[in-house]
């Protein structure tokens, strides 16, 4: 039996916008992704967040479920859209009410409540004056921040600034494949900084404000980068991919300074960045959190665009997202950035797979790809605790099956089945199987 230290926070995962639906109900305001949604041709069959897993009317039937399974914590995210329409100004009193009640809710289960500030869903009202590509946007993620510490800070202790800022820039300003849908390098690569420059000032608004021993960090999608061959060329286009993917955001934060082999590469198109910005950006954090789902591997492509990488497809296994399941890539990220930045506090915030799930006439579900999944990164996990990791606990993505960005309702990750006919949740084999390793504290190796 493989036992994980104690007191450590098996949780599940989700995001405002990819469960709640209602995304306009009781005066709540436009989000760039019901926008791009209502975009067509942006979202697989044209499905939108309208309505998603109905969590923002069923909400106290989820926190029964979490309860059912035995959960010690739950990451969730704040539409910032709800809580104030125009992304500034004029508070939606009824929006911030629905978060009062999830959070007490959570609280009388006995569920830890971490609370992700910004997924994704930016006030379109915002978009309309730049988004993340304008630097005022960084004072008004900080205003957002410190209306949430103010209100939810006596209850909640567990703080995330943002989630997966390469991810809002990459996916959102330079492939055009994510809300707001731009395709501008130089848009791109501001709001990088921009959304740095937004989780240290928030950070900062955090360390002002009269949250009791709260603790605040920033969760980052990481993905080690593997070279396709030895060659020198291979290698130095996993050095080039892992400064992208990775050190473009991991080394501001914890070294306040963007690696230099990606200022001379993107040159002109660098954004300027002040000292005073890098050391804002820099500001200490409590802990990490981590997304991780796969690896990369690489070979060099000359001429491919800036960084002249291309990926290698792998034999392995793949999920339903064509993501390789590569479970020792967790063990050697963790080990790596344990290594590396200073062994902070790490948390796992996201980790789980798609597949294509079949709601059997039986009623169950036989997810038995996703439980083998789930079981041998839990092992790579517990083999970096050993090593001296500072895990302290893992968020399985996702808590139900939702709305997956492009992908709509195609792609299923929930531990617990959702049928969108019905509403209905049907916990899945792997959900049942994940009260067991929470309720053991371990798994058998
Ligand atoms: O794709 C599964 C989940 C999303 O549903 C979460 O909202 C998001 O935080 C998240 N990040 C990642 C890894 C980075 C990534 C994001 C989007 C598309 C491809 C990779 C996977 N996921």
Same mark, same amino acid.
């Given at each position: ?13 989700? #995001?405002a916008?990819?469960?709640?639906g ?5 005066? #709540?305001?436009p ?11 942006? /979202? ?11 969590h923002y ?11 059912? &399974?035995?959960?010690k914590?739950?990451?969730f995210?704040?539409a ?9 100004g004029? @508070?939606?009193?009824?929006g911030l009410a629905? %978060? ?6 959570l ?7 971490f609370?992700t500030?910004?997924h994704?869903? &930016?006030?379109?009202?915002?978009q309309?004056?730049g ?5 005022d946007v960084? +004072?008004?993620?900080a205003? %957002?921040?410190a209306?949430l510490?103010?209100?939810?800070g006596?209850r909640?202790?567990h703080?995330?600034t943002l989630?997966?800022?390469?991810c809002v820039?990459?996916?959102? %300003?330079?492939?055009? /494949? ?6 501008? &390098?130089? #848009?791109?690569l ?7 420059l937004?989780?240290?000032?928030? /950070?900062q608004?955090f360390?002002a ?10 969760t980052?999608?990481?993905?080690p980068?593997y070279?396709?061959?030895?060659s ?7 050095q080039?991919?892992?400064a992208?993917?990775?050190?473009? @955001?991991?080394?501001p934060i914890?070294?306040g300074r963007?690696?230099?082999? &990606?200022v *001379? ?10 000292q005073?910005? $890098?050391?804002?950006?820099a500001?200490?954090?409590d802990f990490l959190g981590?997304?991780?789902?796969? *690896?990369?591997? =690489?070979?060099?492509?000359p001429g491919?665009?800036?960084?002249e990488?291309?990926? @290698?497809?792998?034999?392995?296994p793949?999920?339903a997202m ?6 020792e890539?967790l063990?050697?990220? $963790?080990?790596r ?5 200073g062994?902070?506090?790490?948390y796992?915030?996201?980790? +789980?797979?798609a597949?294509?799930?079949?709601l ?9 790809d996703r439980l083998?999944?789930l079981? *041998?990164?839990f ?6 605790i050993?090593?001296g990791?500072?895990?302290?606990g893992?968020? =399985? ?5 939702n ?5 709509g309702?195609?792609? *299923?990750?929930?531990?617990? %089945?959702?049928?969108y006919?019905?509403?209905r949740?049907?916990i899945?084999?792997?959900?049942h199987?994940y ?5 053991r504290n371990?798994?058998?190796n």
């Open positions: 039996m493989l036992r994980f230290p104690e007191g450590f926070l098996w949780g599940c995962a989700t #995001a916008y990819q469960i709640e209602s995304p306009l109900a009781d005066g #709540a305001g989000s760039i992704w019901h926008r791009f949604s209502h975009t067509p041709g942006n /979202v697989e069959r044209g499905d939108t967040g309208d309505v998603a897993c109905d009317r069923r909400w106290r039937d989820d926190v029964a479920l979490m309860r059912e &399974l035995g959960l914590a739950y990451r995210s704040v910032w859209p709800r809580v104030l329409p125009d992304g500034r004029a @508070v939606n009193e009824t629905f %978060y009062h009640r999830l959070v007490d809710a609280l009388e289960a006995g569920i830890v409540p609370i500030l910004y994704w869903d &930016l006030p379109g009202a915002l309309d004056l988004g993340w590509a304008n630097r960084a +004072g008004w993620f205003d %957002y921040a209306l510490f103010d209100r939810l006596d909640v202790r703080w995330i989630n997966e800022p390469w820039a990459h996916l959102g %300003y330079i492939a055009g /494949v994510h809300a707001p849908g731009m395709r501008d &390098l130089w #848009a791109g501001r709001a990088v900084h921009h959304l740095l937004a989780h240290g000032r928030a /950070v608004a360390r404000s009269n949250v009791k021993k709260g603790r605040i960090g920033i980052l999608n990481l993905a980068q070279p396709a061959s030895r020198e060329a291979d290698l130095a286009a996993a080039r991919a892992d992208y993917h990775n050190r473009l @955001v991991l080394d914890f070294s963007y690696p230099e082999l &990606l *001379r590469r993107f040159n002109d198109a660098w954004p300027d960045a002040p005073a910005d $890098l050391e804002t950006i500001t200490p954090i981590i997304n991780y789902y796969s *690896r990369g591997v =690489v070979a060099h492509a491919a665009g800036f960084l990488t291309r990926s @290698v497809a792998q034999p392995g793949h999920t064509g993501w390789e399941i590569y479970p890539g063990f050697e990220l $963790l080990v950035i344990h290594g590396e930045y062994g902070p506090t790490l796992i915030t996201e980790n +789980g797979a597949f294509d799930d079949r059997e006439p039986s009623g169950g579900v036989h997810d038995t083998d999944y079981r *041998r990164h092992l790579q996990a517990h083999r970096a050993e090593a990791v500072r895990l302290q893992y968020f =399985v993505w996702s808590l139900m099956d709305f997956e960005w492009a992908h309702y195609s792609k *299923r990750f929930g531990i617990v %089945y959702v049928d006919e019905t509403q949740r049907v899945k084999q792997s959900g199987w009260r067991e390793i929470i309720a371990g798994l058998e």
